[in-house]
């Protein structure tokens, strides 16, 4: 539902046009004259919308009364499923719903989506509009749901209408009532950010362990959205920071695939698990190399993340490093000092898959680090030999790995492999 009605003019003879915008702007007198000349109140623009839809969005009284006593139809619905009564109350303006009340609209209407007055005036925070839907309209049902299953309850704490929230509360509204996707309140708000609304409902007491259909948690859904605010909240109520999703995801696995730094941190901090494999069999790590998040990449490896861990494809995480060729990580791996030796389920090192997809520059950055592992485990080795050994004494790993491959190709490899012939012959 837009923000504000959007005036369009499509579908209408030039007399009509005026009268829609008369009634937008509320011009009573050229209303008047418009309505003595015989225009059609109810004429429609391309979206279903008449005169008085217009008039009622936008709040006016006089308009609204003017159209009703020449003929206007008060249930008329647009496109949408819309009507004056409807949008009265999504745009919060009371003595409009009340005049359309009084001439016999009907007021257990619903949009094509579902929504009903309740929903509208929750979604947007109207409190007196609730109160006379409630108080004043008959047989209203307070937990009505709308073609996603949502209630107005739901409603509420999605779009974080704290006042709303506390008076369909107040109301008696059903609290733990899911949508169709398994979502209650909880999930809708901390995936949105909502955290005034979110603690509202962790003190009513909603369970933080609840589920939807996919398996999330009300903090999984916080993660995803990449809501710190939300996250440290529901960790302080008590939120299980390594609860699984369906397909054995974390709220790690979340943040990862997000990109967050600061989600992720505070998760970490409050024990979240770095080496837990969805059902891909990827690790947060993984899903931070795909996805090119340096910053991700090492605060994992900071936190005692299995860099050689291997994923359903037998893939490590630079394996995917040199797939994507995404450099900046792979270098990252390879000072931690990753096992360049394991395959993945086409027998494939992270070499080959390099050489394979002809990323020159990893293929040599490998090659470079795999010599300086021989070095630092040949017998009677130093990181002062490796360091001679790598640019006339004047370069040392990590910078080995910097240098421009045309540059070093020419000049180190003879250097280099002499030097592994040195220290082997001393075996």
């Given at each position: 539902?837009q923000?504000?009605?959007?005036?369009?003019?499509?579908?209408?003879?030039?007399?009509?046009r005026q009268?829609?915008?008369?009634?937008?702007r509320?011009?009573?007198?050229?209303?008047?004259?418009l309505i003595?000349?015989?225009?059609?109140?109810r004429?429609?623009?391309?979206?279903?919308?008449?005169?008085?839809?217009?008039?009622?969005?936008?709040?006016h009284?006089?308009?609204?009364?003017l159209l009703?006593?020449h003929?206007?139809?008060?249930d008329e619905e647009?496109a949408?499923?819309?009507?004056?009564?409807?949008?009265?109350a999504?745009?919060?303006?009371l003595?409009?719903?009340?005049i359309?009340v009084?001439?016999?609209?009907?007021?257990h209407?619903?949009?094509?989506?579902?929504?009903?007055?309740?929903?509208?005036?929750?979604?947007?925070?109207?409190?007196?509009?609730?109160?006379f839907i409630?108080?004043?309209?008959?047989?209203?049902?307070l937990?009505?749901v709308?073609?996603l299953g949502?209630?107005?309850f739901h409603r509420?704490?999605?779009?974080g209408q704290?006042?709303?929230?506390?008076?369909?509360?107040?109301?008696?509204c059903d609290?733990?009532?899911k949508?169709?996707e398994?979502?209650?309140?909880?999930h809708l708000?901390?995936?949105q950010?909502h955290?005034a609304?979110?603690?509202r409902?962790?003190?009513?007491?909603?369970?933080l362990e609840?589920?939807?259909?996919?398996?999330?948690t009300?903090?999984h859904?916080?993660a995803?959205?990449?809501h710190l605010d939300?996250?440290q909240l529901?960790l302080r109520?008590?939120?299980?920071?390594?609860a699984?999703?369906q397909?054995?995801?974390?709220?790690l696995?979340?943040?990862?695939l997000?990109g967050s730094?600061?989600?992720?941190r505070?998760l970490?901090?409050?024990g979240?698990?770095?080496n837990?494999?969805?059902?891909?069999g990827?690790?947060?790590?993984?899903l931070?190399?795909?996805h090119?998040?340096?910053a991700l990449?090492?605060?994992?490896?900071?936190?005692?993340?299995?860099?050689?861990?291997?994923?359903?494809?037998?893939?490590?995480?630079?394996?995917?490093a040199?797939?994507?060729a995404?450099?900046d990580?792979?270098?990252?791996?390879?000072i931690?000092?990753?096992?360049?030796?394991?395959r993945?389920k086409q027998?494939?090192?992270?070499?080959a898959?390099?050489?394979?997809s002809?990323h020159?520059?990893?293929v040599d950055m490998?090659?470079?680090?795999?010599?300086?592992?021989r070095?630092?485990?040949?017998?009677?080795a130093?990181?002062?030999?490796?360091t001679e050994?790598?640019?006339?004494?004047?370069?040392?790993?990590?910078?080995?790995?910097?240098?421009p491959?045309k540059?070093?190709s020419?000049?180190?490899w003879p250097?280099a492999?002499?030097?592994?012939?040195k220290?082997s012959g001393?075996?």
């Amino acid at each position: 539902m837009q923000e504000e009605l959007a005036y369009e003019t499509d579908c209408l003879l030039p007399l009509e046009r005026q009268l829609h915008e008369a009634a937008r702007r509320n011009n009573i007198s050229r209303m008047q004259e418009l309505i003595g000349r015989r225009v059609n109140t109810r004429a429609r623009n391309h979206v279903g919308r008449v005169a008085l839809h217009w008039a009622a969005g936008s709040g006016h009284e006089q308009a609204v009364r003017l159209l009703l006593e020449h003929e206007a139809a008060v249930d008329e619905e647009d496109a949408f499923g819309m009507n004056a009564l409807l949008l009265s109350a999504w745009f919060g303006h009371l003595r409009i719903l009340q005049i359309l009340v009084n001439s016999g609209a009907k007021i257990h209407c619903e949009s094509k989506d579902g929504l009903t007055l309740l929903h509208c005036a929750a979604q947007k925070g109207h409190v007196p509009v609730l109160a006379f839907i409630m108080e004043d309209l008959e047989d209203v049902d307070l937990d009505h749901v709308d073609k996603l299953g949502r209630t107005a309850f739901h409603r509420a704490a999605e779009h974080g209408q704290l006042d709303a929230l506390d008076f369909l509360v107040g109301s008696g509204c059903d609290h733990s009532v899911k949508d169709k996707e398994g979502n209650t309140a909880l999930h809708l708000a901390a995936g949105q950010g909502h955290v005034a609304v979110l603690q509202r409902l962790v003190d009513i007491g909603l369970d933080l362990e609840e589920q939807n259909a996919e398996g999330l948690t009300a903090l999984h859904t916080a993660a995803e959205g990449t809501h710190l605010d939300c996250v440290q909240l529901l960790l302080r109520a008590g939120s299980s920071v390594n609860a699984l999703t369906q397909k054995n995801l974390s709220c790690l696995h979340y943040a990862a695939l997000s990109g967050s730094e600061d989600v992720s941190r505070a998760l970490i901090h409050a024990g979240g698990c770095t080496n837990v494999a969805d059902h891909q069999g990827a690790s947060p790590m993984h899903l931070a190399v795909r996805h090119n998040f340096p910053a991700l990449v090492r605060l994992f490896m900071n936190s005692d993340s299995d860099l050689n861990a291997m994923d359903n494809r037998q893939q490590t995480p630079l394996h995917l490093a040199a797939e994507h060729a995404w450099q900046d990580i792979a270098e990252m791996l390879l000072i931690a000092g990753v096992d360049l030796n394991l395959r993945d389920k086409q027998g494939k090192t992270a070499l080959a898959v390099a050489a394979r997809s002809n990323h020159i520059s990893l293929v040599d950055m490998i090659i470079k680090a795999d010599r300086f592992y021989r070095w630092e485990k040949a017998p009677g080795a130093t990181r002062s030999m490796a360091t001679e050994c790598c640019s006339f004494g004047c370069m040392a790993w990590p910078q080995l790995v910097r240098t421009p491959a045309k540059r070093c190709s020419r000049a180190l490899w003879p250097l280099a492999g002499g030097a592994w012939l040195k220290t082997s012959g001393r075996k």
